[in-house]
């Protein structure tokens, strides 16, 4: 397994010294091209009351991508950081062979509540990890989306299947 967690060989485009990736990322690239081979996208479930759109919430993206990743050795862990005025949320894709990669994405936080700092980080979790995976959204309906968004039929059947 290596160990270069505390290597600075590789910063981050952010210029810090924190590195970004394993000495090297060999079977970590194979199996992600492997494991992005069988990704269908994530299907969008979800509604944003506020824009009247569909998205793939967190929940789905991991079902889009995790099995296709633990089938090639990979997994993926999240985390967060914070530091006055800015908050982090950190997304690692890790092969079994210990080589990996991470990003960390700097989040805006509008008001320091649980409520929101939970909500930040689940939506910094869905971003990231579909960001390092490679997932992207596609629409469970094609029909179902119009250039003024969901229609209200689409939004009743994602709001049914959300089991909520």
């Known amino acids: 397994m290596e160990n270069n967690v505390n290597s600075t060989e590789n910063p981050t485009p952010e210029n810090d010294d924190t590195p970004w990736k394993s000495e090297k990322i060999d079977k970590l690239a194979a199996s992600l091209a492997k494991a992005q081979s069988e990704m269908k996208g994530a299907e969008k479930k979800s509604i944003n009351p506020f824009f ?9 993206v991991i079902e889009s ?3 296709h990743l633990t089938k090639y050795g990979l ?10 005025g800015e908050f982090f949320v950190t997304t690692m894709l890790l092969h079994e062979s ?5 990003s960390k994405l700097k989040m805006p936080i509008e008001k320091v509540t649980a409520q929101s700092i ?3 980080i689940t939506y910094g979790r869905r971003y990231g990890l579909s960001a390092i995976t490679g997932i992207a ?5 094609g029909n179902a989306v119009s250039s003024k968004g969901i229609t209200k039929d689409h939004a009743k059947t994602v709001t049914n299947n959300q089991g909520v």
């Open 52 to 60: 009247n759109s569909g998205y793939a919430d967190l929940h789905t």
């Open 65 to 67: 991508s995790f099995p």
């Open 75 to 84: 997994s993926v862990i999240q985390g967060n950081d914070s530091k006055p």
């Open 98 to 102: 210990g080589q990996w990669i991470k």
């Open 118 to 120: 939970g909500s930040t």
């Open 137 to 141: 959204q596609y629409d469970d309906d």
